[in-house]
């Protein structure tokens, strides 16, 4: 019988260890595709990132009857994530550092893309949850959110750069030595060819100036008011996944959306 350590869950995922090896196992019918997409990325970007670990040795698990979603193996690289109860232990100037530097990497990495087809898109998963999130605000937030797209929709159409990106550096993706240095990323279920400024968002979730000690390393100009707006797309293109999946959470998920408004716009 092979034993398996249990370690956390998420959305799409319960987090396994086994031999030195990390283990995902699916919860719902969008977790194969995603570490297929996983697969995908960490082979394309191997030989480009060298300032920070990410997944190696990894391996697709087929849908079975024990995983009747599939799973994704890869080598650990270490136990430890970012425990958020006790960030202010962490020193911010050694994560900030290690990002920009992980980021400038990634984000130099050569692609191709259709922009028409990432702002056609685009534009589909922003329409489609707002018309989901109708029903749950009243008019004031409801124009606000037509206030966001317009502003929101200028800055993408114009962009002229896309880069290949992480698509969630939340903190529950660091990965620590011992001794609290950031030493390797994971989680790239969600990367894709996008603004580079996408990656900067989940930075504003930790506060103490972690976002402006990390640009002040980082290679590219960007644009600020980009990563506010930002910061709204994030809570609330993630409105239909809670919908379908995690429905107990909507009254949270809404709450989230109406104060990233009241902040940002």
Same mark, same amino acid.
């Given at each position: 019988?092979?034993?398996?350590?249990?370690?956390?869950?998420?959305?799409?995922?319960?987090?396994?260890?086994?031999?030195?090896?990390?283990?995902?196992?699916? %919860?719902?019918?969008?977790?194969?595709?995603?570490?297929?997409?996983?697969?995908?990325?960490?082979?394309?970007?191997?030989?480009?990132?060298?300032?920070?670990?990410?997944?190696?040795?990894?391996?697709?698990?087929?849908?079975?009857?024990?995983?009747? !979603?599939?799973?994704?193996?890869?080598?650990?690289?270490?136990?430890?994530?970012?425990?958020?109860?006790?960030? =202010?232990?962490?020193?911010?100037?050694?994560?900030?550092?290690?990002?920009?530097?992980? +980021?400038?990497?990634?984000?130099?990495?050569?692609?191709?893309?259709?922009?028409?087809?990432?702002?056609?898109?685009?534009?589909?998963?922003?329409?489609?949850?707002?018309?989901?999130?109708?029903?749950?605000? =009243?008019?004031? !937030?409801?124009?606000?959110?037509?206030?966001?797209?317009?502003?929101?929709?200028?800055?993408?159409?114009?962009?002229?750069?896309?880069?290949?990106?992480?698509?969630?550096?939340? !903190?529950?993706?660091?990965?620590?030595?011992?001794?609290?240095?950031?030493?390797?990323?994971?989680?790239?279920?969600?990367?894709?060819?996008?603004?580079?400024?996408?990656?900067?968002?989940? +930075?504003?979730?930790?506060?103490?100036?972690?976002?402006?000690?990390?640009? %002040?390393?980082?290679?590219?100009?960007?644009?600020?008011?980009?990563?506010?707006?930002?910061?709204?797309?994030?809570?609330?293109?993630?409105?239909?996944?809670?919908?379908?999946?995690?429905?107990? =959470?909507?009254?949270?998920?809404?709450?989230?959306?109406?104060?990233?408004?009241?902040?940002?716009?």
């Amino acid at each position: 019988m092979i034993y398996l350590k249990y370690l956390s869950e998420g959305y799409r995922s319960i987090v396994y260890l086994h031999n030195n090896y990390i283990i995902l196992k699916g %919860k719902n019918k969008e977790s194969y595709n995603t570490y297929k997409n996983d697969l995908i990325i960490l082979n394309k970007i191997s030989k480009y990132i060298k300032s920070i670990k990410i997944p190696s040795e990894v391996k697709l698990i087929k849908r079975n009857l024990n995983y009747p !979603y599939g799973g994704l193996k890869y080598k650990l690289i270490e136990e430890n994530v970012f425990n958020y109860l006790n960030k =202010d232990k962490y020193n911010l100037d050694n994560i900030a550092f290690k990002l920009s530097s992980f +980021l400038n990497e990634l984000h130099s990495i050569p692609i191709n893309y259709n922009k028409e087809e990432i702002i056609n898109k685009e534009k589909e998963l922003i329409e489609k949850n707002i018309k989901l999130l109708v029903n749950y605000l =009243d008019s004031n !937030y409801l124009e606000k959110i037509n206030k966001f797209k317009k502003e929101y929709y200028s800055y993408f159409e114009t962009y002229c750069d896309y880069s290949l990106i992480h698509g969630d550096l939340w !903190y529950e993706n660091y990965i620590f030595s011992n001794d609290l240095e950031l030493v390797g990323v994971i989680d790239f279920e969600k990367s894709c060819i996008f603004m580079r400024e996408y990656d900067f968002v989940p +930075l504003l979730y930790i506060g103490n100036n972690l976002l402006e000690k990390t640009i %002040k390393h980082y290679k590219y100009d960007f644009n600020l008011r980009l990563i506010n707006l930002l910061f709204i797309r994030r809570e609330l293109v993630s409105f239909e996944y809670i919908l379908n999946y995690e429905k107990e =959470d909507t009254s949270e998920q809404i709450e989230k959306i109406i104060d990233k408004i009241d902040r940002y716009l």
